[in-house]
């Protein structure tokens, strides 16, 4: 229930960016334009930002064929949390890492990286595999695909809106420009901070959760706390490169080289306290 609260809440807040671009753009006119686009908008979010995750991260489909190992651990975790067998993808990336996106457990999928594939054991596999059908589980797949969709347009939106005035389209034309621009300008700055604030409201207790309910799924939390240091520490030497919109998604913080900016917009609880969480102090 919170979690199509929080849903619900962020498709009315990106009709409500939308709706306040449109006035500024065209009045009255601009409003209805932009009510027609927010609905687009909202109804894409709902049914396609998992495949909007999927597509931007370049993850592929995973056969049973290509990869039974993977699908055996799926299958047998899915089966213990009672939930659906989620579609498998893999990313083409050294770095290790896995995430889960969907609307709901009936249409779910998981990916994880070709790095963690290489780095981790069954047992570490089965724990990060856990803790991403934990989000599943949750129901909070959703909300997370949702906020990578809302996150991204906004930044878009700044965007636009900031070119836009510099080249006098919109409601900043004519003896306006200086003013148009230097609300664009705030704008451009305002948004991306705005869409980062998303991110950091809802990511970093439903990994907790997330962590929590795999270890009850494998009965063995010592696999997630191994895996999650391995990726930690794998992540510092081969950085992945991730929309900033899309690093909530990852079982842990994607690190892209700019080690400074993302430890202060970090979306995700340090490793140290969820490994702590999962099974004492003194392992990291």
Same mark, same amino acid.
């Given at each position: 229930?919170?979690?199509?609260?929080?849903?619900?809440?962020?498709?009315?807040?990106?009709?409500?960016? @939308?709706?306040?671009?449109?006035?500024?753009?065209?009045?009255?006119?601009?409003?209805?334009?932009?009510?027609?686009?927010?609905?687009?908008?909202?109804?894409?979010?709902?049914? @396609?930002?998992?495949?909007?995750?999927?597509?931007?991260?370049?993850?592929?489909?995973?056969?049973?064929?290509?990869?039974?190992?993977?699908?055996?651990?799926?299958?047998?975790?899915? #089966?213990?949390?009672?939930?659906?067998?989620p579609k498998i993808y893999k990313v083409p990336t050294n770095s290790p890492n896995a995430f889960a996106t969907g609307r709901n457990p009936n249409h779910a999928s998981v990916a994880v990286t070709q790095g963690i594939l290489e780095i981790c054991d069954d047992e570490e596999i089965e724990g990060v595999l856990a803790h991403?059908?934990?989000?599943?589980?949750?129901?909070?797949?959703?909300?997370?695909?949702?906020?990578?969709?809302?996150?991204?347009?906004?930044?878009?939106?700044?965007?636009?809106?900031?070119?836009?005035?510099? @080249?006098?389209?919109?409601?900043?034309?004519?003896?306006?420009?200086?003013?148009?621009?230097?609300?664009?300008?705030?704008?451009?700055?305002?948004?991306?901070?705005?869409?980062?604030?998303?991110?950091? #409201?809802?990511?970093?207790?439903?990994?907790?959760?997330?962590?929590?309910?795999?270890?009850r799924i494998t009965g063995n939390p010592q696999g997630l706390a191994r895996a999650l240091k391995k990726i930690d520490e794998w992540s510092k030497r081969v950085p992945m490169q991730v929309s900033p919109s899309m690093a909530h998604l990852y079982i842990c913080q994607p690190l892209t080289g700019r080690e400074m900016f993302s430890s202060l917009f970090a979306t995700h609880p340090p490793i140290k306290k969820r490994i702590e969480r999962l099974i004492g102090t003194g392992y990291y």
């Open positions: 229930m919170w979690n199509n609260f929080k849903t619900t809440l962020l498709l009315a807040s990106l009709t409500g960016v @939308f709706l306040a671009i449109g006035e500024l753009w065209g009045g009255e006119r601009g409003v209805v334009l932009a009510l027609v686009l927010a609905g687009v908008m909202n109804l894409g979010t709902y049914f @396609f930002s998992d495949k909007i995750a999927l597509s931007t991260s370049g993850a592929q489909p995973v056969s049973r064929e290509e990869d039974p190992r993977i699908y055996q651990i799926v299958e047998r975790l899915a #089966a213990k949390a009672g939930i659906p067998v991403e059908l934990g989000h599943v589980k949750n129901r909070d797949i959703l909300t997370s695909a949702v906020v990578a969709t809302v996150a991204g347009a906004i930044t878009l939106i700044a965007r636009i809106v900031f070119w836009g005035e510099m @080249f006098g389209f919109g409601g900043g034309g004519g003896g306006d420009r200086e003013g148009g621009a230097l609300s664009a300008l705030a704008m451009m700055i305002v948004a991306p901070l705005a869409a980062i604030l998303i991110q950091l #409201a809802i990511s970093r207790s439903r990994e907790y959760e997330a962590d929590a309910t795999g270890a």
